[in-house]
């Protein structure tokens, strides 16, 4: 129309006749729309794709009544649906849909916008005329959009084109019938953080409630923090309480004890055990108790017989004198004055009895020649006065020539023994007391022991067994005993010559003068008889070596009167053998 600028209002005429509208300016495109904010690469709800409606993100409201004031519920769907418009011509667009135009009576409020369509706005479009004064729109013109003027039906009517909720939150479509649902393509793109739930009956906003959903890694780390806090807390509980019981019981102890212990076992040994041996031979040993006009000692004795002979070392004896005491104390504790039979400081062995008692047990001898080193031993006796004593050791040598004794300072108590040397234990009080073998059966007399203190070979050396013990061999023991019981004495085997005891050479010297001044050598004696002279020095003895004079009287001694020995000897320097037959000299 001429005179009416393109784009604009078409005018009305005054009788409510349509103006005809160019055609050109019913058909301007919409102007571009520029989007509120840059595209998202991540596609992040709510933001979604970039559009002109940009919505805000969710966030928690204080209350629950949205900021753009009471929630209006979407209006009801009409009864029936209106029929579809007809076709426009060939050539001529079809229509816009239309919008509300009801225009509100005067002084009337207008009705507020309903929240789900106020919340994103329509694009702005073409204007479109005013209708007809009879509400009929002009043909041809598009239909008022947002922007268009507030009339539109008459109250109480519903334009078939409007979006109304529907149960599942979906809008109506443009161009759709009221009531068909149609669901969102761009659900975050659409999301109303202020919108009222239609699904939740207008119960309220959206919310979040700001908690984090675990994954299932973590639940399982705090599931395990659980595990461990709980056991740690059971162990200190289960400590503490621990405690508390250990305190109370360390206080206040238990009402009873009771230890475990083995059950009885048969009292009864092997008898070649040592406990076995010991059993069969306590019964035999005694204790001497001795007491003199000057001294009183302690030693140990065994039964020879059921007599009542007694065997036992002179140097135990010796304290009682002439008229001193002797007491017994047999193994069961009964106890027996003695007398003393026959004695010999040679020797060092004495034999006593005891009359009136009964019931004795002999023990049995062996063979000392049988002996051997290593072979294993058992002593008895009263060491320090403990009676029944029992130690056990081996035979460490066999003819140790040892002397003891020679307190009396004329020689004449001095022992001269071809001793057995043993390990087991003997201590003073041990001597008399017998050394057995492996079958209970008597191969030795204790008598002397090697002292650390002093050197001294006497049992009389206070400082205990060093593990060096020596034992008068039963088979001189024997012989000697035999001897004084039947004849109270005993008999000393000789060879007749007197020896040089200061010669410090190697071999036994024979002296250039008797003990009495006469000749060193005794006339008609047996080593007169073999041509033994003064000077001479004896090496060997049955073919054993000799170092000095005692060790030659202790070879000697060694064997019976009458037996033959053969001697080698050195004389002005030339080595010579000549065989004698021992005498015999009364004992003290």
Do not use: C
Request: aromatic share 2%.
């Amino acid at each position: 129309m001429p005179g009416v600028p393109e784009g604009a209002d078409a005018p009305v005429g005054g009788a409510g006749e349509p103006v005809p509208v160019d055609d050109a300016a019913a058909h301007v495109p919409p102007a571009p729309v520029t989007p509120l904010h840059d595209p998202d690469p991540y596609s992040t709800p709510p933001y979604g794709r970039p559009g002109p409606w940009a919505p805000a993100p969710p966030v928690q409201h204080p209350g629950t009544t949205p900021a753009q004031g009471t929630a209006i519920s979407a209006p009801a769907p009409p009864a029936r649906h209106p029929a579809a418009p007809p076709a426009p011509p060939h050539g001529v667009p079809a229509p816009l849909p239309a919008t509300d135009t009801s225009v509100p009576a005067p002084g009337a409020a207008a009705p507020m916008p309903h929240p789900a369509a106020s919340a994103h706005p329509e694009p702005p479009g073409p204007l479109a005329p005013p209708p007809h004064a009879d509400g009929t729109q002009v043909p041809g013109a598009p239909a008022a959009g947002p922007y268009a003027a507030a009339d539109g039906p008459p109250p109480g009517t519903q334009t078939p084109y409007a979006p109304v909720p529907t149960g599942s939150g979906a809008l109506t479509a443009p161009g759709a019938l009221a009531g068909d649902s149609v669901p969102p393509t761009d659900p975050w793109g659409r999301y109303d953080p202020w919108a009222v739930s239609a699904a939740g009956g207008g119960a309220g906003p959206l919310q979040q409630t700001g908690a984090r959903v675990l994954t299932e890694q973590q639940r399982r780390r705090r599931a395990w923090k659980v595990i461990v806090l709980g056991a740690a807390l059971i162990a200190l509980a289960a400590g503490g309480l621990g405690g508390m019981v250990g305190a109370y019981l360390e206080r206040n102890g238990v009402a009873e004890v009771e230890l475990p212990q083995a059950g009885r076992e048969p009292v009864d040994r092997p008898d070649d055990s040592v406990a076995g041996i010991a059993a069969k031979a306590l019964p035999s040993v005694v204790t001497l108790h001795v007491s003199g006009a000057q001294e009183q000692g302690t030693g140990t004795g065994f039964v020879l017989d059921g007599r009542g002979h007694i065997l036992t070392n002179d140097h135990v004896v010796g304290p009682a004198g002439d008229d001193g005491e002797i007491t017994v104390t047999f193994h069961s504790g009964d106890t027996a004055e003695a007398e003393v039979v026959g004695r010999d400081s040679g020797y060092d062995l004495a034999v006593v009895r005891v009359r009136g008692v009964s019931g004795l047990r002999p023990l049995p001898l062996g063979n000392s020649d049988n002996v051997q080193v290593g072979d294993p031993v058992i002593a008895i006796g009263a060491p320090f006065d403990l009676a029944g004593t029992v130690t056990t050791g081996i035979i460490s040598a066999k003819q140790r020539p040892i002397t003891a004794g020679g307190d009396g300072g004329d020689g004449s108590d001095i022992s001269y023994v071809d001793a057995l040397q043993t390990d087991a234990a003997i201590n003073p009080g041990n001597s008399g007391g017998p050394l057995l073998d492996a079958r209970a059966r008597v191969i030795g007399i204790n008598s002397a022991i090697r002292s650390a203190d002093d050197g001294s070979d006497a049992e009389s050396g206070r400082s205990g067994s060093i593990g060096l013990g020596f034992a008068i061999p039963v088979n001189q023991g024997k012989r000697v005993a035999e001897e004084l019981i039947n004849t109270g004495r005993a008999t000393h085997p000789v060879i007749g010559v007197t020896l040089d005891m200061n010669y410090t050479g190697d071999g036994a010297r024979v002296g250039g003068k008797g003990s009495d001044g006469g000749p060193p050598v005794t006339r008609g004696g047996p080593g007169d008889k073999a041509g033994i002279r003064a000077g001479d020095v004896i090496t060997e003895v049955d073919g054993q070596r000799v170092h000095s004079g005692e060790e030659l009287i202790v070879k000697t001694r060694a064997h019976r009167p009458g037996d033959r020995l053969e001697l080698t000897l050195v004389r002005d320097g030339e080595e010579r053998t000549i065989s004698l037959v021992l005498g015999s000299s009364g004992g003290d």
